[in-house]
């Protein structure tokens, strides 16, 4: 299984991140619905999922470390 991050949309495609290395394009509608950017996809063959824990452990980092740079 693999891990990739949706780093962007351009038109129909959805550029994602895999494994922290490269960037790979998907088709749009071969995302589960409701796909956004920054959510964690599970890519397992042609079985494409969200992990919603890993997205919100993401979204956690992110947050924390915006907290770390705008620190007063």
Known sequence: MIQGIVD???GTI???EIDGKEMQN???KSLPKGVKVGDMLLIDGN???ISKEGT???R???EDLMDELFED
């Open 47 to 49: 079985n494409i999922t």
């Open 56 to 58: 919100e452990k993401l």
């Open 8 to 10: 962007r949309f351009e």
């Open 26 to 28: 998907f088709p749009k």
């Open 60 to 62: 956690k980092e992110i």
């Open 14 to 16: 959805a550029v994602v």
